[in-house]
């Protein structure tokens, strides 16, 4: 699409028209665009007594109910602990923000008919088009200790799915929504896949669990 990716590339500082990368290489840029991530705007409540991590989030449990009795915390500014990845997540998609009112009210009705509170740890899932190729993704991959290709990552359709001790945590689909669709549910059960089978891409996803 002619859109050239430079990876492991710094840039040491924008000047009119051009950006100079620490290796001296020199980019014209009539525009420039700079991603620096996310942080909630949860400043707001200082002093209100509800706990906040160091990245600004508020600090919800398991049933998304943050340190003070009664609120609770949805979306982008709340993380929470994850038991299936073993860490406190903070999760920027839509589709988390979909969910987690859910576990909140869940939550509201088990607190007051004595019901044991549901537990909010869904697989982080998000989408999006690019160059008219339907890219998604689903799970955590940061702890991976596997990468398994499926197809070539120069056709047009392919995937690649990441294990942590055999076990789906992650995958990219780029045109292969079954893929997407099985991984996400292999993710959620915990399954232990043949990384064989995994690799070949005629195989269905749900047909790997050992």
Known sequence: SGTEL??????????EGTVVLADGRTLPAGAVVVGIGARPATGWLAGSGIERGADGSVT???????????VYAVGDCASFPSARYGERLLIHHWDNALQGPRTAAAAILAAESGEPLPVHDPVPYFWSEQFGRFVQYAGHHAHADTL???GDG???TWSVCWLKAGALVAVLAVGRPRDLAQGRKLIGSGAVLDPERV???AVPLKSTAL
């Open 154 to 156: 120069a056709e047009a």
């Open 199 to 201: 690799a070949d891409p």
């Open 6 to 15: 430079l990876t492991e590339a710094r840039v040491e500082r924008v000047e």
């Open 60 to 70: 919800a449990d398991s049933a998304l109910r943050t340190s003070l009795p009664d």
């Open 148 to 150: 398994i290709w499926r």
